[in-house]
């Protein structure tokens, strides 16, 4: 079992920046992939970005792409979700997930594992 905990989110004017973190515990050396998924209220989950556990290769949604970075940290487990130039529209409960395969890293069967979210507020 993996256990993730995200944080980090909060209340960000348009333009501002946050870093959402994401650590994970438990049986982390079955972690191949870690990805971040956004939820807004009345729309259906989206994906983010993805990052290779041990390469760091990285992928993102075109929306986020050039403003949001996926990084991660080996040693402590945890994975990190940089957001600048943010936008009213990037208001939403923030997830990170975990897989223990890297594939169709948009999909959202792909992963095993997740956290409960936190809350990143955009005010224009």
């Known amino acids: 079992q993996v256990l993730l905990v995200e944080s980090g989110g909060g209340l960000q004017q348009a333009g501002g920046s946050l870093r959402l973190s994401c650590a994970a515990s438990?049986?982390?050396?079955?972690?191949?992939?870690m990805g971040w998924f956004r939820q807004a209220p009345g729309k259906e989950r989206e994906f983010v970005a993805a990052?290779?556990?041990?390469?760091?290769?990285?992928y993102y949604a075109d929306s986020v792409k050039g403003r949001f970075t996926i990084s991660r940290d080996n040693a402590k487990n945890t994975a990190y979700l940089q957001m600048n130039s943010l936008a009213p529209e990037d208001a939403a409960v923030y997830s990170c997930?975990?897989?223990?395969?890297?594939?169709?890293?948009?999909?959202?069967?792909?992963?095993?594992?997740w956290g409960q979210g936190t809350q990143v507020t955009v005010s224009s």
């Open positions: 997930a975990a897989a223990s395969q890297w594939g169709l890293l948009q999909r959202r069967s792909l992963y095993d594992y």
């Open positions: 438990g049986r982390t050396d079955r972690i191949k992939t």
């Open positions: 990052i290779s556990w041990s390469g760091g290769t990285a």
